[in-house]
């Protein structure tokens, strides 16, 4: 599986962005998929996932201002970051599990000033 992660970029406290992920060489619409992200000196955490079906969870910091989504035509998954605080400062990694194993795509750094 290749997972391509994009989007991430500098914003201002109350900004937004969206990040995309594509998927390749799986059978896309088969995998639940998720966004996780990493603070400088932080444990990597859950942020979002959406089920095959779409059932979607939000973690608690983020519910209320973020929206994931996926596009099986596309074989992307979105994360819609709305009103963006300086503690969503991370890198976002774009997530799923083949096999029993979780995979991880590159990552795209988000950055939030005050």
């Known amino acids: 599986v290749q997972l391509q992660a994009s989007g991430g970029g500098s914003v201002q406290a109350g900004g937004f962005l969206r990040l995309s992920c594509s998927a390749s060489r799986i059978m896309f619409r088969a995998y639940d998929m998720a966004w996780y992200r990493q603070a400088p000196g932080k444990e990597r955490e859950l942020v979002a996932s959406i089920t095959s079906d779409g059932a979607t969870t939000l973690a608690n910091p983020v519910k209320g201002r973020f929206i994931i989504s996926r596009d099986n035509a596309q074989d992307a998954v979105y994360l819609q970051m709305n009103n963006l605080k300086p503690e969503d400062t991370a890198v976002y990694y774009c997530?799923?599990?083949?096999?029993?194993?979780?995979?991880w795509g590159q990552g795209t750094q988000v950055t939030v000033s005050s």
């Open positions: 997530s799923t599990v083949v096999r029993g194993q979780r995979r």
